[in-house]
């Protein structure tokens, strides 16, 4: 903290952002003047943890925040000079961390897998697929309910069905993208690339490039927000809804994920004809293995499961393949070489918490190299449906928290997500399908109005 304050004043800072994620996922802020700092960093800022997504019932709800200065991002869409950082929560004596903090378990997993040997760096590439609209208007009362979206590329929409790296002029938010590019790149995260995805009704998708995953779930939230701001900054309005659109691609968070000991790339052998170690193998089967429960973290939404049961390229099937785009863990076709190889997980959406898929991701791949769970070479095609070894992804949310509820061992075994906090999760989404089966869709009005 003794260079902290001297290197604010310099860049000029008036105000600290102090931004917080609850236990769905979303991001909150408290905001407060530069001076404030050294107090926050020494004492923290005292919250009620009752009303931030449901960590603590009211009669326990104090809980304390304090930032986390190893990172000094200067947040470009506030008019006074502001510099953001992320925190950390805390029980009510400011010094006991507090178990349910997202950024908390995430942070447990890492030092776990440290400290089993297994690998000491993690590094992971997120991709972001989601739609620009220019209007958006829902609604869903007693005797009325629906959506109405528009987009710029209502034209496209009516002469292409694909409209993968379509380019300029039909692909009308080339420059957005690449102001958010480089946002995201003034934030400290390194852009891969940017293009128009198959969705001709404005999808598109910015990929991130390899990151500590020490950093990946603050990035996650980081370009989110980056990318949500800018848009609305010109009158529109981003969604990473997986399925905002029946019969149109649905939007994923692709995870790329290589695991690293010293200089060697563990998941590599030059000795394999996929180049794949035994331990690769052996975490890849862990994640088989556990894809269902886990679905309950890397697609918490109802709306998640249009997109997975929806076909258009998202997986359906948990097996293993080389470049086969359906598949729920991928080789890509295109890498090759120690440095490079990689897998990527298919399943995930950006509705999720990414502390909590990011760690259940890597208990999961844990839980494989442990128990040796080689689920075999790779495989060309969808295997047949009727093989247990490959488990068909669950068909929507009450299946993957009834998954999560039977097979939750791997996560709670070394104290790193507390059982209080599956119980929470799978209680609060369970009111959430509650609340939104409630609601008649004009899709059964049209199927069902007229018996």
Known sequence: MKNLIPKLEELEIE??????????????????????????????IGFDGSSLGGFRGVQESDLIARPDTSGIIIDPFYERPTATFFGDIFESDGKTPFAGCPRNILRKTLEHIRSSGIADKIIVLPEFEFHIFDEVEFFAEPTQSGYVITTGEEGLADSLENAYHISNPLDTTANLRSDIAAIIADAGIDVKYHHHEVGPHSQVEIEADFMDVSRAGDSIQLIKYIIKNRVAGEGLYATFMPKPLAGQAGNGMHLHIQLWKGEENIFASPTDENELSETALHFLGGIIKHARALCAFTNPSTNSYKRLMGGMEAPKQVFHSRA???????????????????FEYRVPDAMANPYLALAGILLAGLDGTEKKLNPGPLIPDEPDPSDEKFPILPRDLSESLASLASDCEFLTRHGIFPEDVIKKW????????????????PAEFIKYFAF
């Open 15 to 44: 105000f600290v952002d102090l931004k917080l994620t609850d236990l769905a996922g979303a991001l909150h802020h408290i905001t407060f003047p530069l001076g404030r700092l050294p107090k926050a960093i020494k004492t923290g």
């Open 426 to 441: 799978i209680k609060e989404k369970e009111k959430e399908i509650e609340e939104i089966s409630s609601y008649p869709t």
């Open 324 to 342: 086969n785009r359906k598949a729920a863990v991928r080789i890509p076709g295109y890498v090759r070489g120690a440095k490079d190889l990689r």
